[in-house]
């Protein structure tokens, strides 16, 4: 299984990027499809998670300017980000809970470069 993740760039203050995560490979059954950001110096922290059932998570740093949502039928978890500060510059990082029918494993996207500066 490989998550391949894209959309990431530079962004002035105020902007908007949108991020897409596919997964592919041996799928069974997808639970829960995340994005995480880790910036300079700091740890990977959670941005938003999208279980298939359950609510929606959010980090209080993001509610109201991220959007997480998902296209089951293609296996791929997006992240809309408006209003982006730069504090929001990070790498992103997508993550998903997998099964291949057999096992339930934790697998992570390669990581894409957001930069808000003006």
């Known amino acids: 299984v490989q998550l391949q993740a894209s959309g990431g760039g530079l962004v002035q203050p105020g902007g908007s990027l949108r991020l897409s995560c596919a997964a592919s490979?041996?799928?069974?059954?997808?639970?829960?499809m995340a994005w995480y950001r880790q910036a300079p110096g700091k740890q990977r922290e959670l941005v938003a998670a999208m279980p298939t059932s359950g609510r929606t998570r959010y980090a209080d740093s993001v509610k109201g300017r991220f959007t997480i949502s998902r296209d089951n039928a293609k296996n791929t978890v997006y992240l809309q980000m408006n209003s982006l500060k730069p504090e929001d510059t990070a790498v992103y990082y997508c993550?998903?809970?997998?099964?291949?029918?057999?096992?339930?494993?934790?697998?992570w996207g390669q990581g894409t470069q957001v930069t808000v500066s003006a």
């Open positions: 490979g041996s799928i069974f059954s997808i639970s829960v």
């Open positions: 993550n998903a809970v997998i099964s291949d029918g057999t096992s339930w494993r934790n697998y």
